[in-house]
């Protein structure tokens, strides 16, 4: 089963409160009415199995750990304030990874101006991290997955494809950035919004299932690969966009904006257009000549093993982009 098809699943179990204001799959946290105030809560686990941040550097890994529970709130139009983490660590683990791990989370959340409030701690073979994050939305109006049935433009914060390439080559995982300045820009501008912790292909499917009744045209050139991965691609034989299909993501933002909005001043790249349309989809263009997407990025939880998974990347890749 798919990561959505458990969700899915397994959801059908739980009646939704009133108070909820999103459904499921439709905003990158849960929104949830507390008195007059209107808060997104999130909360993701990470494994070195799955997720394949590696942990060579400790601080790092706590940096990037934080970075991508936080933001599924800058998705959603969130500040960042409360944080609780439940980390287990291996009998073997000495002080000072313990200590430079705690001190990338920290750095992180200081930075967002977030606090800790409490966690638990376990012990495990490796590394297992499940964080929880939740902050109020600012203005009271959140961002979700469905964009307007109007014309927009389609942006994306930073580069792409390095999570995946070093998942790829065995490299260690780069170091995530932290959005606050193009969160805020994001918040009072955009009219939807995901990140793209499952890569930016799946970002954008799950853009796509939401407004099933969009036309979503993707300038191939303008993808803002990150460095690095266009050497690689063309040294290993493979197409470049293989890294964008992947499911280790970047946790940038890809987000919409109206067509009046002028470019913004902030780290983005505008890749494309989003419009109603009777011939809805996601389409793909470069040089003059167009494919479209038809189904959603392999799921690396459905894989048999991480070697399938990248199999059936790159056979998605060569069908979609050579």
Not at 197 to 205: E, K, R, T, V
Request: charged fraction near 20%.
């Amino acid at each position: 089963m798919s990561e959505y098809d458990i969700i899915r699943s397994f959801s059908k179990a739980f009646a939704r409160s009133p108070l909820q204001q999103n459904a499921i799959f439709s905003s990158d946290a849960e929104l949830i009415h507390i008195g007059d105030q209107l808060w997104a809560l999130t909360m993701d686990e990470f494994t070195p199995e799955e997720d394949l941040f590696t942990s060579d550097n400790p601080e790092m890994l706590g940096w990037n750990l934080a970075v991508a529970t936080i933001s599924d709130l800058f998705a959603v139009g969130a500040a960042p304030f409360w944080f609780m983490h439940a980390v287990s660590l291996p009998k073997s683990v000495d002080e000072s990874f313990v200590s430079k791990l705690a001190l990338g989370i920290s750095n992180v959340l200081a930075k967002a101006e977030c606090s800790l409030c409490g966690g638990d701690f376990g012990c495990a073979d490796v590394w297992r991290f499940c964080g929880f994050a939740m902050g109020q939305v600012q203005g009271g109006k959140a961002l979700t997955r469905l964009a307007p049935a109007e014309p927009q433009t389609l942006w994306v914060t930073g580069n792409l494809g390095d999570a995946n390439l070093a998942a790829l080559t065995n490299s260690p995982t780069p170091r995530f950035e932290l959005r606050l300045t193009e969160a805020e820009f994001i918040r009072r501008h955009a009219t939807a919004c995901i990140d793209t912790s499952g890569g930016f292909f799946d970002a954008l499917w799950l853009l796509h299932d939401q407004s099933p009744k969009l036309c979503f045209e993707i300038d191939l050139d303008r993808l803002p690969l990150a460095p690095d991965v266009i050497q690689t691609a063309s040294s290993a034989g493979f197409p470049v966009e293989a890294a964008l299909l992947g499911g280790a993501g970047e946790y940038e933002l890809l987000f919409t904006l109206p067509e009046a909005v002028e470019s913004p001043d902030i780290e983005a790249t505008c890749v494309g257009k989003v419009h109603p349309s009777n011939n809805s989809g996601i389409f793909l263009s470069r040089n003059g000549e167009h494919t479209q997407m038809t189904d959603p990025p392999p799921c690396p939880r459905a894989a048999a093993s991480a070697q399938q998974h990248i199999k059936e990347v790159m056979l998605m890749a060569n069908r979609l982009f050579l």
